[in-house]
């Protein structure tokens, strides 16, 4: 599906055959920009959060990566980069934050960007792939998703 202009790949397992497919209604996002440091991405994360909230989803916050270390006084560490969209069980919703992360992506001004969007164990991540490349992956993605939602009694 690439022309070679860029870097794609999504990673979806074989449903269960017992248990099926179940719709997540957590998104996990992790964005990274080619020579950034912690502060840019920090910047970034906030800017793609604020856009995040406008859409029809329930939360958009900063991914949690655990305890915070000993001796901290913090009550939990925010991954740099990563947040964590609650979406519901909408599939609309799940295309409209891949709407927004795909416009994020192409505002890099020549800035290689990267974001890997995680549901359970699906995994799909785009940087720099042509649009058509980015739908037809965002197609699958999302699809995948719709249907698990289907089979286990749930609206997509």
Known sequence: MSDGSGTFGVHIPAPDPVEGLQMHSDVRVHLSEDGADAERIDTLTGYLRQELLQ???????ASRVGPPPPGSRA?????VGALLVTIGESAGALSGVITVIR???S????TRRTVR???GADV????????SDQEQ??????????????HNGAEG
């Open 75 to 79: 009550f939990d560490v925010a991954a």
């Open 137 to 150: 992956l965002v197609a699958l993605f999302v699809n995948r998703h719709s249907t698990a939602g289907r």
């Open 103 to 105: 416009s994020w992506l």
């Open 107 to 110: 505002r890099g001004g020549g």
């Open 55 to 61: 859409l029809d989803v329930q939360d958009v916050s």
């Open 124 to 131: 799909l991540e785009l940087s720099e792939a042509t649009v």
């Open 117 to 119: 969007i995680e549901i």
